[in-house]
């Protein structure tokens, strides 16, 4: 017990002094406005100097604890019954499910923060309806990105828009809206989520049922897991697709690789196709090692096929709307797009984001469940011995943060590290890997106490971390909610927006995708003079400005560069004629 206290706090330590020397360029700058930096000073650096400090205690107490008596009495089997174990899996499942349910009201108030939960939506809305994208009245064509500054496509012409995003957890959603339920969508992904890591420890550990429930507690006391799941991000249908895919996928069987490949399809689309690809690679890789050459290379030309679909899945979304590409062409079109995409995330690389990596690393730490961390180091190192399974699950964590890394570093908003939510489930079999080694050779007294351990942990994350992250998201959150609402109920026919000075207040600029509904938000920065006059003499118009977002509780600060010398948003609308309210 003293050994395994004492390489837990170790691990924990030095896991925070790598993330806090990687931090030095942020002090030396001063503290930035940028949404990232924010939360890392306001959130995450007083968690972690929290967590620091503890684990410096606990490793004084282990080394003040009493060696064990040369030979203790080694437990020969976990003590746990298999059905047991099952039953509390199972329980805690559902518990996330039903926290994350009420948390979208309780801690969001049922509203989408960001852009990417927002266009979750708005193209779950276009799916509902069975189209692909939703068709745009000419009226409001030259009006598009004053109607949606980002995140959006275009088809040819203007005739159709939808989000920049693949379509799958859209589509999931689209399901929940048509079942009068969508907010329940997100949970039910958490709970599937928390069963596929229970059975995916079970067909590692057998022997170990004790190990499959450990899994299952980690990941049901993550505060980024659980605060996750409670909004429309993509993030939870990453996590339970990549984990039922290594459930069939370990399962094996033509039936459940079959099976694998038809998850991989649905989850390389679920919105950015990136993601799960970089999951997979390293279990095909060890395919390759072992030299199981043919499950191997059809895994490969699978997973070719899949992303070839949806990358050029927006040519064949135009061609159904008749527009685009002729047939032969498609596939030279889509590539083409991929490179306009990839293009511009290649050309704005700075090594500057090893800094912005850290940050990132640094949130998804102090956003799990307290001793997640520790064993999911020891567990990385120790898997690169062991190969495996559990070594591609480190290796996909690693090879993910490289490519994140090159080409997307900033995350924006985002509970924990959510570009590394799909791989929740490796961290958290990494670390009941780790705790299994630890504990293997224990006498009972001791598995006992490593057991109370383990348990506390858990405890604390439950009852103590998730709240104060709860509290945290709902302050951040709040004012934006409220925001919307005042917007969305106003009696004007259209609302322009000022977002110049409030923090995020573009996020605010929201239509419905059919255009069916007054009032109809628009972005000021993206209406020329002439579209303004024609607003103002068509429509009844109010202005939300930053003095409005500044009284509703939204965070203000100084113009960016790019808008300090716009002309004042009254001012604009006064001279086209507008008397704005």
């Given at each position: 017990?003293?050994?395994?206290?004492?390489?837990?706090?170790?691990?924990?330590?030095?896991?925070?002094?790598?993330?806090?020397a990687g931090l030095y360029p942020?002090?030396?700058?001063?503290?930035?406005?940028?949404?990232?930096?924010?939360?890392?000073?306001?959130?995450?650096?007083?968690?972690?100097?929290?967590?620091?400090?503890?684990?410096?205690?606990?490793?004084?107490?282990?080394?003040?604890?009493?060696?064990?008596?040369?030979?203790?009495?080694?437990?020969?089997?976990?003590?746990?019954?298999?059905?047991?174990?099952?039953?509390?899996?199972?329980?805690?499942?559902?518990?996330?499910?039903?926290?994350?349910?009420?948390?979208?009201?309780?801690?969001?108030?049922?509203?989408?923060?960001?852009?990417?939960?927002?266009?979750?939506?708005?193209?779950?809305?276009?799916?509902?309806?069975?189209?692909?994208?939703?068709?745009?009245?000419?009226?409001?064509?030259?009006?598009?990105?004053?109607?949606?500054?980002?995140?959006?496509?275009?088809?040819?012409?203007?005739?159709?828009?939808?989000?920049?995003?693949?379509?799958?957890?859209?589509?999931?959603?689209?399901?929940?809206?048509?079942a009068g339920a969508p907010a329940?969508?997100?949970?039910?992904?958490?709970?599937?989520?928390?069963?596929?890591?229970?059975?995916?420890?079970?067909?590692?550990?057998?022997?170990?049922?004790?190990?499959?429930?450990?899994?299952?507690?980690?990941?049901?006391?993550?505060?980024?897991?659980?605060?996750?799941?409670?909004?429309?991000?993509?993030?939870?249908?990453?996590?339970?697709?990549?984990?039922?895919?290594?459930?069939?996928?370990?399962?094996?069987?033509?039936?459940?690789?079959?099976?694998?490949?038809?998850?991989?399809?649905?989850?390389?689309?679920?919105?950015?196709?990136?993601?799960?690809?970089?999951?997979?690679?390293?279990?095909?890789?060890?395919?390759?090692?072992?030299?199981?050459?043919?499950?191997?290379?059809?895994?490969?030309?699978?997973?070719?096929?899949?992303?070839?679909?949806?990358?050029?899945?927006?040519?064949?979304?135009?061609?159904?709307?008749?527009?685009?590409?002729?047939?032969?062409?498609?596939?030279?079109?889509?590539?083409?797009?991929?490179?306009?995409?990839?293009?511009?995330?290649?050309?704005?690389?700075?090594?500057?984001?090893?800094?912005?990596?850290?940050?990132?690393?640094?949130?998804?730490?102090?956003?799990?469940?307290?001793?997640?961390?520790?064993?999911?180091?020891?567990?990385?190192?120790?898997?690169?011995?062991?190969?495996?399974?559990?070594?591609?699950?480190?290796?996909?964590?690693?090879?993910?943060?490289?490519?994140?890394?090159?080409?997307?570093?900033?995350?924006?908003?985002?509970?924990?590290?959510?570009?590394?939510?799909?791989?929740?489930?490796?961290?958290?079999?990494?670390?009941?890997?780790?705790?299994?080694?630890?504990?293997?050779?224990?006498?009972?007294?001791?598995?006992?106490?490593?057991?109370?351990?383990?348990?506390?942990?858990?405890?604390?994350?439950?009852?103590?971390?998730?709240?104060?992250?709860?509290?945290?998201?709902?302050?951040?959150?709040?004012?934006?909610?409220?925001?919307?609402?005042?917007?969305?109920?106003?009696?004007?026919?259209?609302?322009?927006?000022?977002?110049?000075?409030?923090?995020?207040?573009?996020?605010?600029?929201?239509?419905?995708?059919?255009?069916?509904?007054?009032?109809?938000?628009?972005?000021?920065?993206?209406?020329?003079?002439?579209?303004?006059?024609?607003?103002?003499?068509?429509?009844?118009?109010?202005?939300?400005?930053?003095?409005?977002?500044?009284?509703?509780?939204?965070?203000?600060?100084?113009?960016?560069?790019?808008?300090?010398?716009?002309?004042?948003?009254?001012?604009?609308?006064?001279?086209?004629?507008?008397?704005?309210?």
């Amino acid at each position: 017990m003293r050994r395994l206290a004492f390489r837990l706090a170790l691990a924990w330590l030095a896991t925070a002094a790598v993330l806090i020397a990687g931090l030095y360029p942020t002090f030396t700058a001063g503290k930035s406005l940028k949404l990232t930096d924010w939360f890392l000073f306001h959130q995450d650096l007083p968690a972690l100097w929290v967590i620091a400090a503890a684990a410096l205690a606990g490793l004084g107490v282990s080394l003040a604890l009493a060696r064990p008596s040369p030979a203790p009495a080694v437990a020969t089997a976990s003590g746990f019954d298999p059905r047991r174990a099952a039953l509390a899996a199972g329980l805690a499942a559902l518990a996330c499910g039903l926290i994350a349910w009420i948390g979208t009201y309780a801690v969001f108030d049922g509203y989408a923060l960001s852009m990417d939960e927002f266009m979750a939506n708005f193209d779950a809305a276009i799916l509902a309806h069975g189209r692909l994208m939703a068709p745009l009245a000419p009226p409001w064509r030259g009006f598009v990105f004053a109607l949606q500054p980002t995140f959006v496509t275009l088809a040819p012409g203007d005739l159709a828009w939808s989000s920049q995003y693949l379509p799958v957890n859209a589509a999931f959603r689209a399901i929940g809206m048509l079942a009068g339920a969508p907010a329940l969508v997100s949970p039910l992904l958490a709970t599937a989520s928390v069963a596929a890591v229970f059975a995916i420890a079970r067909r590692l550990w057998p022997a170990r049922p004790d190990l499959a429930l450990a899994a299952a507690v980690l990941l049901a006391t993550s505060s980024q897991f659980l605060l996750t799941a409670m909004t429309a991000y993509a993030m939870t249908a990453h996590l339970a697709l990549n984990l039922i895919w290594l459930w069939l996928f370990l399962r094996g069987g033509r039936l459940a690789h079959a099976g694998a490949i038809l998850v991989g399809f649905l989850a390389t689309g679920l919105h950015q196709f990136i993601f799960h690809p970089l999951f997979v690679a390293q279990f095909i890789a060890e395919l390759l090692l072992a030299r199981r050459w043919r499950l191997a290379l059809t895994y490969i030309a699978a997973y070719a096929v899949i992303c070839a679909f949806w990358v050029g899945y927006w040519r064949f979304a135009f061609a159904l709307l008749g527009q685009g590409a002729a047939p032969a062409a498609l596939g030279a079109a889509a590539a083409a797009d991929l490179t306009s995409r990839l293009n511009p995330l290649l050309a704005a690389f700075d090594w500057a984001g090893v800094r912005v990596m850290d940050v990132n690393l640094i949130r998804f730490v102090t956003w799990q469940s307290l001793i997640t961390v520790p064993l999911a180091v020891l567990g990385a190192i120790a898997s690169l011995r062991a190969g495996g399974p559990v070594r591609a699950l480190a290796l996909g964590l690693l090879l993910s943060a490289i490519a994140l890394f090159v080409i997307l570093p900033h995350q924006g908003h985002g509970w924990g590290y959510r570009y590394w939510h799909g791989l929740l489930g490796s961290a958290v079999l990494l670390a009941v890997f780790a705790w299994g080694r630890l504990t293997e050779g224990l006498g009972v007294a001791e598995r006992r106490a490593a057991g109370a351990l383990f348990a506390l942990a858990a405890a604390l994350s439950i009852a103590v971390l998730a709240p104060l992250r709860a509290w945290q998201a709902h302050a951040f959150a709040h004012p934006y909610a409220r925001a919307w609402a005042a917007i969305s109920s106003s009696p004007a026919q259209v609302v322009i927006i000022d977002p110049v000075r409030a923090w995020y207040a573009s996020d605010l600029v929201r239509n419905d995708p059919w255009l069916r509904r007054a009032p109809w938000v628009f972005d000021i920065r993206e209406l020329n003079d002439q579209q303004l006059a024609a607003l103002c003499r068509t429509y009844s118009v109010s202005l939300f400005d930053a003095a409005d977002a500044h009284a509703l509780g939204v965070r203000t600060s100084n113009p960016s560069a790019d808008d300090a010398d716009l002309p004042p948003a009254r001012d604009r609308l006064r001279a086209a004629g507008c008397s704005p309210s």
